[in-house]
């Protein structure tokens, strides 16, 4: 003789199955997310990292440009290297 499940079983059942899913991707993402922490630049990749051309700001002439557009935009000049003064509004 076969055992059937009270209807009560079965919202709680349905409940547990979302809340496995919910664990069963939470942890699937952390594992995913830290398994590639621990890499760093390789010492044969360094070298193409540290060339001048990979640097932030190192093209002159676009900076002259930028500067010209600020102070065409902003009626000022100077002050590129700071941040705050003038009107207070920083």
Same mark, same amino acid.
């Given at each position: 003789?076969?055992?059937?499940?009270?209807?009560? @079983?079965?919202?709680?059942?349905? /409940?547990?199955? &979302?809340? &496995?899913?919910?664990? #069963?991707?939470?942890?699937?993402?952390?594992?995913?997310?830290?398994?590639?922490?621990?890499?760093?630049?390789? +010492? #044969? @990749?360094?070298?193409?990292?540290?060339? +001048?051309?990979?640097?932030?700001? !190192?093209?002159?002439? !676009? &900076?002259?440009?930028? !500067? /010209?557009?600020?102070?065409?935009?902003?009626? @000022?000049?100077?002050?590129?290297?700071?941040?705050?003064?003038?009107?207070?509004?920083?």
């Amino acid at each position: 003789m076969k055992m059937k499940l009270a209807r009560t @079983a079965l919202p709680f059942r349905r /409940h547990t199955r &979302g809340l &496995g899913r919910s664990i #069963w991707l939470i942890t699937s993402l952390a594992l995913i997310l830290s398994s590639c922490s621990g890499l760093g630049v390789k +010492p #044969w @990749a360094r070298g193409t990292l540290a060339r +001048p051309d990979m640097t932030f700001g !190192n093209d002159a002439l !676009n &900076g002259q440009f930028d !500067n /010209h557009i600020y102070f065409s935009k902003e009626a @000022a000049s100077g002050g590129s290297g700071q941040s705050g003064g003038g009107c207070g509004c920083n």
